[in-house]
């Protein structure tokens, strides 16, 4: 790959916004953004995206022993069409920003602890890289403008951007202001959790990898049921913190979230504004 440019983050960046109208198209396809900017721009193009029945990978990104063009793999049996598409840009990241590094890159559901710091850096950008562009935040925050959260223009936006409800969630928390933290619940206790820098930086996130951490009894998640429009419900901000106020509510939305060989709750909780003078940690006991 001697000679080939390659690209920092802000670099893809740049050339997607000014290269690719976006706007239009959505879902973003692809595989015809992959191959046709990757043939546009490289002397070592993508040639070819092809889905592949192998257990224990998602997808992977491949050069020809020349080094002279990519393929890229991706799972077509386990995962949903807004999975495939997520994997499919995640290695077109790769591509973009980190392709002289190596010649393969394999990619699955392994634990991300289980990396080295460098692999952990370099598989955020590529979800990073992934979720952008599937879903800019501008377009994103266009969708949402002046409305409240609800579990319905969460679903315009999966569909819109053909994504999972999951996907949509995270990209919502990234963008919308104020303290969200977005939750996955298994058999009454978190799964994973999320908080947006304002949530985190206030003290009001779940360490799920280090701790076992059970649902408040009062919270709607508790009650999830199969009803593709969702619940709602608000619970006192001292049910899920301790430390906040007892006088504010969290609002909580919640739908169920199933794929291939899995199903969870999903859960959006939205916090109270801090007032200014309140204690900036509210972090569990
Ligand atoms: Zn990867």
């Known amino acids: ?13 740049t050339m997607i916004r000014r ?8 879902p973003v396809d692809v595989k015809d953004v992959a191959t046709r900017l990757s043939h546009e721009k490289f002397k070592d193009p993508i040639t070819e995206i092809k889905g592949y029945a192998i257990p224990g990978f ?8 020349a080094g002279t063009k990519w393929m890229i793999a991706y799972n077509d049996r386990l995962a949903s069409p807004g999975r495939i598409r997520f994997t499919l840009a995640h290695e ?15 990619c699955g559901p392994e634990e991300k602890q289980a990396l080295k710091a460098a692999e952990r850096k370099i598989e955020k950008e590529a979800d990073q890289f ?6 800019p935040p501008d377009d994103v925050r266009r969708q949402f403008e002046g409305q409240p959260f609800s579990i319905d223009l969460l679903k315009h936006c999966a569909f819109r951007y053909g994504v999972s409800l999951t996907a949509a969630a995270l990209k ?29 930086h206030s003290g009001a996130y779940f360490p799920t990898t280090r701790e076992t951490i059970e649902l408040p009894a009062a ?3 508790n009650r ?16 899920w913190f301790p430390a906040e106020r007892g006088d504010t509510v969290v609002q909580e939305f919640s739908v169920i979230e199933q794929g291939a060989g899995y199903c969870y709750t999903l859960g959006i909780l939205i916090l109270p504004e801090l007032e200014s003078g309140q204690p900036r940690d509210s972090s569990r006991p």
């Not at 998602?58 to 022993?65: H, P, T």
């Not at 002289?100 to 890159?105: H, K």
């Open 172 to 200: 919502w928390r990234d963008v919308a202001e104020g303290r969200v933290i977005v939750v996955a619940v298994k058999d009454g206790f978190l799964d994973w959790a999320c908080s947006n820098s304002a949530a985190y």
């Open 1 to 13: 790959m001697a000679g080939q440019p390659i690209l920092n983050v802000s670099d893809v960046w």
């Open 219 to 221: 919270s709607t998640l």
């Open 58 to 65: 998602e997808g992977l990104l491949a050069s020809n022993d």
């Open 130 to 135: 992934a979720s952008s562009l599937l879903m």
């Open 224 to 239: 999830s049921i199969w009803d593709s429009r969702g619940q709602t419900g608000v619970v006192k901000t001292t049910d």
């Open 92 to 106: 077109f990241g790769h591509y973009l920003m980190h392709r002289t590094f190596r010649e393969r890159f394999n």
């Open 19 to 26: 290269d690719l109208p976006l706007h239009q198209h959505f």
